[in-house]
């Protein structure tokens, strides 16, 4: 089983140019069921239907969330697929199998003044001020998952630009347009990073390809650590940090655009979804605006003079 686990990834990798995160979540969900069958005596080679069917029952027996568990088939299915295309299978155990679907939940957001204390805080934040305020700026501006943003190559950035190239999931690109603050940070930041690769090179020391560059062996400022600042900044923000994430930055700058009168597939294109209907989650911020356009300007809502 693991061979099959391990073909199946370097596949999704060379052919689909599949997302170091997105291989990682594979690898998982697959070991997960490689681990259940193996309990149960069964192996890929032999597995059913009804073997596919236990397991995901014995994940939702676990508390799994809808999610979850259709993420899983979508990997199980991913894997037959493949074994099939290669022959290894004769047959898809996994063929019209139909998911749990997923939870119905609104995105958490921000409203505009708690993202406004965020980006004060960063720019409060002491020693790392001019990145930590360039990371939030880019952030809220463009609307980038945070993958993107920490990897982002300092090469996208130089020359003022107007418009930021951004490399998202499957290593497809698309240009988000830049606001003015965000410029602006974007400039602070690249000086005095590039004072510091001055010293660096002066010390020997190899140049970074990216923009928010790091020691560690991706080479660039983690996930992780961009987590632990933005739950800094709400604390320092005022912003209870329970509703602080990379993602409701993400979400905010979603709904503050289409509240304001963007369109769904501006929005769709600058967040880099493949499908509008990925998008349409957000218009639940339309209702509240519809609701006041109907009562301020139809006729028949307001009230005669006496």
Excluded at 41 to 58: C, H, R, W
Excluded at 86 to 104: F, H, L, Q
Excluded at 144 to 158: D, F, I, K, Q
Aim: charged share 25%; proline share 5%; aromatic share 8%.
């Amino acid at each position: 089983m693991p061979f099959w686990i391990s073909a199946f990834l370097e596949a999704q990798a060379a052919e689909r140019d599949a997302a170091k995160n997105s291989q990682l979540a594979y690898a998982r969900d697959l070991k997960d069921f490689a681990g259940f069958l193996a309990r149960k005596g069964f192996d890929f080679a032999t597995v059913t239907q009804a073997d596919i069917k236990s397991y995901l029952i014995f994940c939702e027996a676990q508390g799994l969330a809808k999610s979850t568990r259709a993420r899983r088939l979508s990997a199980i299915r991913q894997l037959f697929r493949f074994a099939y295309e290669e022959g290894w299978r004769t047959d898809n155990p996994s063929v019209r199998m139909s998911g749990p679907g997923k939870d119905a939940r609104l995105p958490k957001t921000l409203d505009v003044p708690e993202v406004q204390r965020l980006i004060d805080a960063a720019r409060d934040s002491g020693r790392d001020a001019v990145r930590n305020t360039c990371l939030m700026e880019l952030l809220y501006a463009t609307g980038m998952r945070v993958t993107e943003l920490v990897s982002l190559p300092v090469s996208a950035a130089r020359g003022d630009p107007r418009m930021l190239l951004v490399r998202g999931k499957g290593g497809k690109e698309r240009l988000v347009p830049l606001s003015p603050p965000a410029r602006a940070a974007v400039t602070a930041w690249l000086a005095k990073r590039d004072a510091t690769e001055a010293k660096a090179r002066n010390a020997s020391a190899e140049p970074s390809r990216f923009l928010f560059p790091s020691s560690g062996k991706d080479g660039h400022l983690t996930r992780v650590r961009f987590f632990t600042l933005i739950k800094d900044f709400a604390v320092a923000g005022g912003v209870s940090p329970s509703k602080v994430t990379p993602h409701t930055i993400r979400h905010a700058f979603a709904t503050h655009l289409l509240a304001n009168g963007a369109d769904l597939r501006s929005i769709q294109t600058m967040l880099g979804h493949a499908d509008v209907a990925t998008t349409e989650i957000y218009t639940h911020v339309l209702d509240e605006r519809l609701r006041d356009l109907v009562l301020t300007h139809h006729p028949l809502a307001k009230k005669k003079a006496d």
